[in-house]
């Protein structure tokens, strides 16, 4: 398959990440080389019922490409209908979040719910493949709802016997949320198991740690999440031993992040870019000084002059 192929090439991968991994966020990691992006998690019901309202979050640009939207939700028929409008909107991948911990969204039987009802899973996953054609599907999943209820692997098989192309884990269960140790054995034991492309997810920090999960756990495939924030330059590291981006260069970064939020949201991406600043200047003398200038100033150039006088 063509997008299995272009991720080969460089198998590290940005993770979605709601509130996040926009069109912008997105455009600078492709930049720096990562392989594949994916949207943040969208639900079924705004992608069929109120796509208008959605539009900055299902938008994207040929530079983004290949691209993968993430749909949620607890509905099949309705994953029918988002995958098929996903297929006409022209994403690359469409795939079915089966791991978002978020009491919001498992109370209404969504996201990592799901490891609990194997039934909806299946019934998601074949509308969302039928939907799709020729577009591959994908699932992110997690290793379980809780230590004693792990059930990955049958998910997995799932998967595999309805159409499935590529599986993402990031091996914390559902009760973990984001807390401990992602637990990479999960991974190593389904990629022995499964016969799908397998993207190993979770704690990795650094150049070191993608490579530590790509060898230590035989996946095809490093996703991450988290250590982008701020910091597309990982993914650069990655394929350049020798790359490390000078003060210059992470500044220079964050302003045109800036400038591309700014015009890509107006005053709200103003706003969201106070989520970067600490992230592109960690490291730099006083910072917090500095973040704290950035986060409390509302005018663009303004805030883009503190920025340069860093350099
Ligand atoms: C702020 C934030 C938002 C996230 N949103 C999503 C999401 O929309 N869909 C999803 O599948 N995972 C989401 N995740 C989980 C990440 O994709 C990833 O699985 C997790 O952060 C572990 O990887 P990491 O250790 O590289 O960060 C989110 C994580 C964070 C921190």
Known sequence: MDLIK????FPFILAPMAGYTDHVFRLIAKEYGASLVFTEMISIYSVVYQSKKIEKLLY????????GIQLFGNNSLLFYEAAKKAVDMGFDLIDINFGCPANKVVKTKAGAYLHKDLKAVEETIKSTVKAAGKIPVSIKMRSGWDEKNKNFLEIARIAEDNGVKIITLH????????KG????????????????????NGDVVDRNSAYKMLNETGCDAVMIGRAAIGNPFIFKQIKNKNYEPSFKEKVETAIKHLKLLYKFKGNRGLLEMRKYYGKYIKGFPNVSEIRNKIITETDINKIIKILKSLI
């Open 6 to 9: 272009k991720i080969k090439n």
């Open 60 to 67: 994207f640009s040929k530079k983004e490409k290949p691209i």
């Open 171 to 178: 091996p914390r269960t559902r009760l973990q949320m984001f």
């Open 181 to 200: 140790k992602a637990n990479w054995d999960d991974i190593k034991k389904l990629k022995e198991y499964s016969r799908l492309f397998i993207i190993g």
